[in-house]
């Protein structure tokens, strides 16, 4: 089955500075990388995704890239700010309807 | 966006007992639901596959005995803990898969504390 592994497991970084948050997977069928926010005690909330037939996506500060052929996709955050600390997770995904393979996680603390 | 509503929100029981957890659609179909759980400070461990009409597809390592899925409606699957246990402790997140959007939606999460 599919194995997902981020890194970092926690990351600290000045308000105003750039978080990078790396995801590796292992199946080659997986098509979907969804990103998701999870603040303390809710639901994950999907923040950005990218389908296998792009590199790259952007959404305001927050960017997606996906190298399909090293199997590895990163969530670029730039001009952090306090809110955006919070837990995040990667997932893969055959497709966005499919059940989901989570990450372990990346506890990111923007502090002032 | 869509809306998916878990009931009850938290709860806490007794050894032995059991506890049924209800995932609705809101504002859509959903044929198929997934259930998930999460530990404290852990990542979301998929733990079954619900499909609408049919019988539910357990990951590895999860008891399907114990953990009764039933998805008897267009809009809602339940999770069954048996005999809840300590151990049962847990964050359980279900999300609704919209066929026609192709996307899906997490509910809010239930917290279950057993005691």
């Known amino acids: 089955g599919e194995n997902v592994e981020q890194h970092p497991s926690t990351l600290s970084v000045q308000e105003g500075d750039s978080a990078v948050i790396k995801c590796t997977y292992s199946d080659s069928a997986s098509n979907y990388f969804p990103w998701y926010k999870q603040e303390l005690g809710k639901r994950p909330q999907l923040i950005i995704d990218i389908r296998s037939n792009v590199g790259e996506k952007k959404d305001q500060r927050i960017a997606v890239t996906l190298n399909k052929t090293a199997k590895h996709f990163s969530l670029h955050i730039t001009e952090t700010q306090p809110e955006d600390s919070a837990v995040y997770f990667c997932?893969?995904?055959?497709?966005?309807?499919?059940?989901?393979?989570f990450g372990k996680g990346t506890s990111l603390l923007v502090t002032p | 966006g869509a809306v998916v509503s878990q009931h009850p929100s938290w709860v806490i029981c007794k050894s032995g007992t059991s506890v049924k957890i209800e995932c609705r659609s809101l504002?859509?179909?959903?044929?198929?639901m997934f259930w998930y759980r999460q530990f404290p400070k852990q990542s979301l461990m998929l733990m079954a596959t619900s499909n609408e009409g049919s019988k539910a597809t357990y990951e590895q390592g999860v008891e399907k005995d114990k953990f009764l899925i039933n998805h008897a409606s267009l809009t809602l699957s339940t999770l069954t803990v048996t005999s809840a246990h300590p151990e049962d402790s847990s964050f359980y997140i279900c999300?609704?898969?919209?066929?026609?959007?192709?996307?899906?939606?997490f509910g809010p999460g239930t917290r279950l504390l057993v005691l």
């Open positions: 997932a893969a995904s055959i497709y966005s309807g499919y059940a989901l393979n």
């Open positions: 999300s609704a898969r919209d066929s026609v959007q192709e996307t899906q939606y």
């Open positions: 504002d859509f179909q959903a044929t198929t």
